[in-house]
């Protein structure tokens, strides 16, 4: 299995509905983070937590909200889908400090 | 606010020849890393070295290595030895040391192409 786990993998819906990005990982890690990448704009930070009770907003967090479940999940969602939310989502977790991410598989949302 | 800066959308290399992918950064911190990750058409995202802003000696992994200026505040990435392989986006990107700021800030990448 994967050490950190993306679900659905591609997802289409339509305007308005509201939809949840699942993440979860076995790293053991308390640190988890999500992105959006664009084509041309890289990877954007969302919503980041350090544990199960900390999370906070990154740069891009208008339209979206999320919930930390347990330090081995972390989901997204969004409220009220719109064309402009089509994008690649990663899910990312990090031991801390200096380290790098392990990045999940991705979940590839089209808003119709 | 850390920004990165990638300013070759596109590059191109012959198989097994050398290429140096650009990055600069802006920061008014000492202490903090900088990574490469590798996201080859899978999407996966790939970590391809790191490199300790503290540390002078440039990062290597095989045919991947740094060229870190510190001052100038750059952060190249050169591949030796071109594979078919190494075709990819490849993203730079910047973290702060210092604990509670482990955010990392991408760039907007790079594409790399590999001619037979």
């Known amino acids: 299995d994967a050490d950190v786990t993306q679900t659905p993998r591609n997802r289409i819906t339509k305007t308005g509905k509201r939809i949840m990005l699942e993440c979860s990982q076995t790293?053991?890690?308390?640190?988890m983070y999500w992105y959006r990448q664009d084509p041309g704009l890289g990877l954007r930070l969302i919503y980041y937590s350090f544990d199960v009770k900390d999370i906070n907003k990154g740069e891009i967090s208008d339209g979206y909200s999320v919930s930390r479940q347990a330090q081995a999940k972390f989901s997204l969602s969004l409220e009220s889908a719109i064309p402009n939310q089509t994008a690649l989502y990663f899910c990312a977790t990090s031991e801390g400090r200096g380290s790098g991410y392990t990045f999940g598989s991705g979940t590839r949302l089209t808003v119709v | 606010a850390q920004t990165v800066t990638q300013s070759q959308p596109e590059m191109s290399v012959q198989e097994a020849e050398t290429v140096t992918l650009s990055c600069t950064y802006d920061?008014?911190?000492?202490?903090?890393?900088l990574f490469w990750y590798k996201q080859p058409p899978s999407r996966q995202m790939i970590l391809v070295i790191r490199q300790e802003a503290y540390k002078q000696q440039n990062a290597t992994e095989n045919r991947f290595s740094v060229n870190f200026q510190k001052a100038a505040k750059s952060f190249s990435l050169k591949i030796s030895d071109s594979q078919l392989g190494d075709a990819a986006m490849y993203f730079c990107a910047y973290r702060r040391g210092n604990f509670g700021n482990e955010k990392l800030t991408f760039g907007t990448g790079t594409r790399l192409t590999i001619i037979p």
């Open positions: 790293k053991g890690h308390d640190r």
């Open positions: 920061t008014s911190e000492s202490d903090y890393y």
